[in-house]
């Protein structure tokens, strides 16, 4: 498991060739580890702590100068937004209370179109009533009307015998008993003429026109009436028709009104809404500069107090960057680094690496793709996509598994060609031999020599999942050995990266005691034994604490000096800028190697977790398909029980023909079991064959086109950075 280093290598700034991924061309370039940088620029900073006093002191009387300046421009802002929250503050009042009114004169002009169209309704249903009051008096007064212009006319003419014989007389009779204003002598002498005339019939003769005077005068009056209605009537249809114009106008201008003020009353609440928005703008603005000032003063407070301890550590400083220079320059520690953070002249090894992985990914990706079906195969690709998984096996011996594969496919598909014909040929041979059974019993030779044919292709199967089953069993054998040898390089990778991040803890943890002491981890404490304590107790002197041995005194011992894994690595501590950039930078490289080794670590981790998933998925299809492979072989086994049946059954029963016939029968429900799957699928397994076949062909085109001559040697070189 090769460490993937790139940021470190992009942060060091070493120039790494690129691996050309059909190729693997390999440009090493010579540069420094990068733990040496990081001591380089240590030293850098030793020598910058001095200068670095003078720039601080300017910085900290400019600081001071802002702190004055900074204070007074506040104060006026604040004080020029308390004089705006006021202002707007009474602009809002002064708007809301135009809107309360504008709200008020909304709700008059309202009531007052909803009573003006009321009026308008009222007055055209009473202008209704009217009408059709007038209509039928109308009506009945020209009625009346006409049968007294008909009564005097026939009294004048003489025939008054006959008009009293009509209905207009009796209509006359009823309009003289019903009128109200009329003399009761004139209408005793009418009744008397209408009494007459029907009395006797004969003609009448007015005496000194009497009656017809009488009957003028009624006809006069009422058409006098009519008139006068009529008068009555034409100016009430003025008086709706001016009340209806005004109303109509008031209705209007109330609509007008209403319009006018809910466009102001809009225009008032946009104002409104604008004006909170300005004053909460303001509000906010005056409460960040109110928290802003007291920062600033409390910053300023804390700055000035600082001044004196900032001088005071600048000499401890350089105490702190000797310490850390000294435990990363240990030999030993040295000799760690090598092992596990790798140098620029290992750069070119990574990105190989990167080339090979790459690869690798490529052709995983193109075995992978060709799992179209649930098919047998699906084991063997399992097998080839857990070597590629693993990086154990090199690419002739995936290549050489992808041919063996491609082989076993193109003879799958022979035996699929084979046994399709073969079953063609036994349904029409099956086919004809029940047509002719009846014919002749010589026929049943034919179905003799099927069997026995059929039988030798069975014990051929038969011979060929025997042969499967063993293949895949050595197939897991191997594949757990490989399983096995990665796991003990995964174990052995994390224990030589746990080293060096307790290593690398240790170097910042000195940085942090100066740089940052509330990060700063001390070291236990000695613990005193109980005659210790009497020594300490009598006065006494203890012996001095022997000193910790492992790399530059820190008690961390390389792999090769433990027998068992070291234990988990501290809590690593973010990076501290005290005053430079470069200490920053230095903090910042230790952190950024750390997490490279967890970076590994994880990678690591996560490939052996991959690895064993895959494994063990492996090895659950290897348990489904020899499970199916048995579950073939039975049925295999089983079918040539029932054809070596059959064949006795032909031999026996050749001399009956419906016995013969049955047997067929039987036969051909055997080869419809034996075939009818193998038809139905055929051109499915046959397409699912082409599409990995076209896909194992290009995984090995990827493989083939690699330099494995560069593959060997970069393997060389790996065991040389790891040590091994």
């Not at 946009?270 to 003063?297: I, P, Y």
């Not at 034919?446 to 059929?454: D, N, R």
């Not at 390389?558 to 501290?576: C, D, F, R, T």
């Amino acid at each position: 498991m090769a460490m993937n280093s790139a940021p470190v290598m992009a942060l060091l700034s070493l120039a790494v060739a690129p691996v050309e991924a059909a190729q693997f061309q390999i440009a090493v370039s010579t540069a420094a580890n990068p733990v040496r940088k990081v001591v380089t620029l240590l030293q850098a900073i030793q020598e910058k702590v001095q200068k670095e006093g003078e720039k601080e002191t300017e910085l900290h009387s400019k600081y001071m100068c802002y702190c004055g300046n900074g204070a007074g421009t506040l104060g006026k802002s604040m004080s020029d937004a308390n004089a705006k929250i006021a202002e707007v503050t009474s602009s809002i009042a002064e708007a809301q209370q135009h809107q309360v009114q504008l709200q008020q004169e909304l709700a008059e002009h309202r009531a007052d179109r909803t009573a003006a169209k009321q009026n308008m309704a009222d007055a055209t249903a009473v202008r209704k009533t009217e009408a059709a009051t007038f209509a039928t008096y109308k009506a009945e007064a020209e009625s009346d009307i006409g049968a007294l212009g008909g009564a005097i006319a026939a009294v004048e003419r003489g025939v008054a015998g006959a008009f009293l014989q009509t209905g207009a007389a009796e209509a006359l009779r009823k309009l003289v008993q019903s009128k109200d204003n009329m003399i009761d002598a004139d209408r005793q002498d009418v009744l008397a003429f209408l009494a007459a005339g029907q009395s006797d019939g004969s003609s009448y003769t007015p005496q000194s026109g009497e009656i017809t005077g009488i009957l003028k005068q009624l006809h006069d009056e009422f058409s006098q009436d009519l008139a006068d209605a009529t008068s009555a009537e034409q100016a009430s249809i003025q008086s709706f028709d001016e009340l209806i114009a005004a109303k109509s106008k008031e209705s209007a201008a109330a609509t007008a009104a209403i319009e006018d003020k809910e466009k102001r009353s809009g225009e008032t609440a946009v104002s409104l809404a604008q004006m909170s928005n300005d004053l909460g703008d303001t509000k906010a603005s005056l409460g960040a500069d109110a928290n802003f000032l007291a920062d600033l003063q409390k910053n300023c407070a804390t700055k000035k107090a600082e001044w004196d301890v900032i001088v005071k550590t600048r000499n401890e400083e350089l105490v702190a960057l000797a310490d850390t220079i000294r435990i990363l320059q240990d030999d030993d520690a040295l000799e760690l680094f090598k092992k596990t953070i790798p140098s620029a002249a290992a750069a070119s090894f990574v990105q190989v690496q990167a080339g090979v992985a790459a690869t690798r990914a490529r052709a995983l990706a193109m075995i992978k793709a060709a799992r179209v079906s649930k098919s047998p195969m699906n084991t063997q690709l399992d097998f080839i996509s857990l070597a590629l998984s693993g990086k154990k096996i090199g690419f002739g011996k995936v290549i050489g598994m992808i041919d063996n594969m491609v082989t076993a496919l193109g003879q799958e598909q022979k035996d699929d060609d084979a046994k399709k014909l073969y079953c063609g040929k036994e349904f029409d041979a099956s086919d004809d031999k029940k047509k002719g059974l009846e014919r002749s019993v010589s026929d049943a030779e034919a179905s003799i020599a099927a069997a026995e044919e059929a039988l030798a292709t069975l014990t051929s199967e038969i011979k060929t999942l025997n042969d499967t089953i063993k293949a895949l069993d050595k197939s897991v054998t191997e594949a757990t050995e490989l399983r096995q040898n990665e796991n003990k390089d995964f174990a052995e990778l994390m224990q030589q990266d746990t080293a060096a991040k307790e290593l690398l803890g240790v170097a910042k943890n000195r940085l942090n005691q100066f740089y940052n002491p509330k990060m700063y981890a001390p070291p236990p404490k000695r613990q005193l034994s109980a005659d210790d304590r009497i020594v300490v107790g009598m006065g006494g002197t203890l012996a001095p604490t022997p000193a910790p041995g492992g790399i530059a005194g820190t008690g961390i011992m390389a792999l090769s000096q433990v027998k068992e894994a070291p234990g988990a690595a501290p809590e690593a501590v973010p990076a501290y800028s005290k005053k430079s950039g470069e200490t920053q930078g230095v903090l910042q490289m230790i952190d950024l190697l750390i997490k490279e080794l967890d970076k590994e670590m994880t990678v690591g981790q996560t490939e052996e977790t991959d690895s064993q998933a895959d494994y063990e998925q492996m090895m659950k299809d290897s348990a489904e398909q020899r499970a199916s492979l048995v579950d073939a072989l039975h049925n295999k086994e089983a079918a040539k029980a029932d054809t070596e049946a059959a064949l006795q059954s032909s031999q026996g029963d050749k001399k009956s023909a419906s016995d013969e016939l049955g047997a067929t029968n039987a036969y051909i429900s055997s080869l419809h079991a034996e075939c009818d799957w193998l038809l139905q699928y055929f051109s499915m397994r046959q397409d699912a064959r082409a599409s990995e076949i076209d896909a194992l062909g290009k995984a090995k085109a990827v493989l083939s086109g690699a330099d494995f001559s560069s593959l060997l040697q970069t393997a060389a070189a790996q065991r040389s950075l790891r040590g091994r």
